[in-house]
Nanobody, 126 residues
Framework: QVQLVESGGGLVQAGGSLRLSCAAS????????MGWFRQAPGKEREFVAA????????YYAESGRGRFTISRDNAKNTVYLQMNSLKPEDTAVYYC???????????????????WGKGTLVTVSS
């Protein structure tokens, strides 16, 4: 089993920034494309961003494009989501996800995800 633990969520004012972190267990972190999803109250879980195994490719949902940056440090088994210019509509529980041998574009499909974190809450006030 791969364990994913998110951190870095919290309450932030609109226009502010947060950096989420996801620490992964195991010795094969680099075998997985990693991504972030979010789920707002009363809404379906939606794709936010993904990064390839090596970190060379990234893919973003339109909602965060230009504001969010996903990155990874395979030596630390950690993936990050830097979120800038936050909006109230970004309020959601953010979930870290791992997909083995999956392209970043394919990872926007929830069915591609092998492992999920428990989530970290991001609240953006207006």
């Amino acid at each position: 089993q791969v364990q994913l633990v998110e951190s870095g969520g919290g309450l932030v004012q609109a226009g502010g920034s947060l950096r989420l972190s996801c620490a992964a267990s195991g010795r094969t972190f680099s075998n997985y494309a990693m991504g972030w999803f979010r789920q707002a109250p009363g809404k379906e879980r939606e794709f936010v961003a993904a990064i390839s195994q090596s970190g060379s490719r990234t893919y973003y949902a339109e909602s965060g494009r230009g504001r969010f940056t996903i990155s990874r440090d395979n030596a630390k088994n950690t993936v990050y989501l830097q979120m800038n210019s936050l909006k109230p509509e970004d309020t959601a529980v953010y979930y870290c996800a791992a997909a083995r041998f999956t392209s970043v574009q394919a990872m926007d499909n929830i069915g591609s995800v092998n492992y999920w974190g428990k989530g970290t809450l991001v609240t953006v006030s207006s």
